[in-house]
């Protein structure tokens, strides 16, 4: 009975040494961890400062053509946006009249009239439709100084940017782009808030778009320094309210991992600025994993 209970505890004490080896190698002194990890300077760089306001189209004092009613469309040389000169033929319309013959029988003619411009523009809108009735108001037409581009209120921080001699790229909702310049920047109204004026150098392209919505996008000609680091060193985690958090691993002198969540800026090519959770010069590793986690020590290769 004495070898069974004796051989019981050899037993048992092998157990808890398997349960110590075991312990140690998982949680031991530092939890050193050895692989392949580069780790990387966090440094500032030079960026360029964007902003987007709304762009607003205004068209002032339209002409608009009326022709005699009951006349037909025959011809269109014009369409909405093409510009038009004193003397072009812009449309023809037909009407019918009964006539007398040399032997005195009565037959239905054709009558052709044109519409010839009375003065340089654009056609703003053209309502007609070859082969029916003329509406109301067959077309109207517009002279380029009547027709204006501005921007939004703009606020005080895009002040410093939105300044006469910008570039700006107005980008409308079908994805059309043309680039202009701020030519001036005025008091809108009485409200005290500024706007810009911008040049309208595609006048086709704005009457093309001139119920779309506009967003004019500029970018400062001073820089800013901010933080950014390679987007692969954001890690993603879920959550128990289905939201996400992003962090990166932090290495100090002696290689410990620290686990710090940041806040993520604009995303430019293969880097993404970091506005809150880092500091300029902290090191971070470059190519994470998921065996990574706080309160290791890694060893890198050299």
Do not use: W
């Given at each position: 009975?004495?070898?069974?209970?004796?051989?019981?505890?050899?037993?048992?004490?092998?157990?808890?040494?398997?349960?110590?080896?075991?312990?140690?190698?998982?949680?031991?002194?530092?939890?050193?961890?050895?692989?392949?990890?580069?780790?990387?300077?966090?440094?500032?760089?030079?960026?360029?400062?964007?902003?987007?306001?709304?762009?607003?189209?205004?068209?002032?004092?339209?002409?608009?053509?009326?022709?005699?009613?009951?006349?037909?469309?025959?011809?269109?040389?014009?369409?909405?946006g093409d510009q038009i000169k004193k003397g072009d033929v812009i449309a023809t319309f037909?009407?019918?009249?009964?006539?007398?013959?040399?032997?005195?029988?009565?037959?239905?003619?054709?009558?052709?009239?044109?519409?010839?411009?009375?003065?340089?523009?654009?056609?703003?809108?053209?309502?007609?439709?070859?082969?029916?009735?003329?509406?109301?108001?067959?077309?109207s037409i517009v002279k380029p100084e009547n027709i204006k581009l501005y921007t939004g209120s703009i606020k005080q921080e895009d002040r410093n940017i939105l300044v006469p001699g910008t570039e700006v790229t107005l980008r409308f909702s079908n994805n059309e782009k043309i680039k202009s310049e701020i030519v001036r920047v005025e008091k809108a109204g009485n409200s005290g808030d500024l706007r810009g004026e911008v040049a309208v150098a595609d006048i086709k392209g704005i009457l093309a778009n001139v119920e779309k919505k506009i967003s004019i996008d500029a970018i400062s000609q001073d820089k800013k320094?901010?933080?950014?680091?390679?987007?692969?060193?954001?890690?993603?985690?879920?959550?128990?309210?289905?939201?996400?958090?992003?962090?990166?691993?932090?290495?100090?002198?002696?290689?410990?991992?620290?686990?710090?969540?940041?806040?993520?800026?604009?995303?430019?090519?293969?880097?993404?600025d970091i506005e809150e959770g880092l500091k300029d010069g902290e090191r971070i590793i470059a190519n994470p994993d998921s065996g990574l986690e706080k309160g290791i020590v890694i060893k890198t290769e050299k």
């Open positions: 009975m004495e070898k069974r209970t004796d051989f019981m505890k050899i037993i048992m004490v092998l157990c808890f040494a398997a349960v110590a080896v075991i312990f140690v190698s998982k949680h031991g002194k530092n939890k050193e961890k050895k692989a392949d990890y580069e780790i990387m300077s966090v440094k500032k760089e030079q960026r360029e400062v964007k902003t987007t306001v709304d762009g607003i189209i205004e068209i002032n004092n339209l002409i608009e053509v009326k022709v005699t009613k009951g006349l037909k469309t025959k011809e269109i040389n014009f369409h909405e037909t009407s019918y009249v009964t006539r007398k013959g040399k032997n005195g029988k009565r037959y239905r003619a054709e009558r052709v009239r044109r519409y010839v411009s009375g003065q340089d523009g654009y056609i703003f809108k053209m309502n007609l439709t070859v082969g029916e009735e003329v509406p109301e108001i067959a077309f320094e901010v933080l950014a680091i390679p987007v692969k060193t954001i890690v993603k985690k879920e959550k128990s309210s289905g939201n996400y958090e992003n962090y990166v691993y932090v290495v100090d002198v002696d290689n410990k991992v620290t686990e710090k969540q940041v806040t993520l800026g604009e995303v430019n090519g293969g880097t993404i």
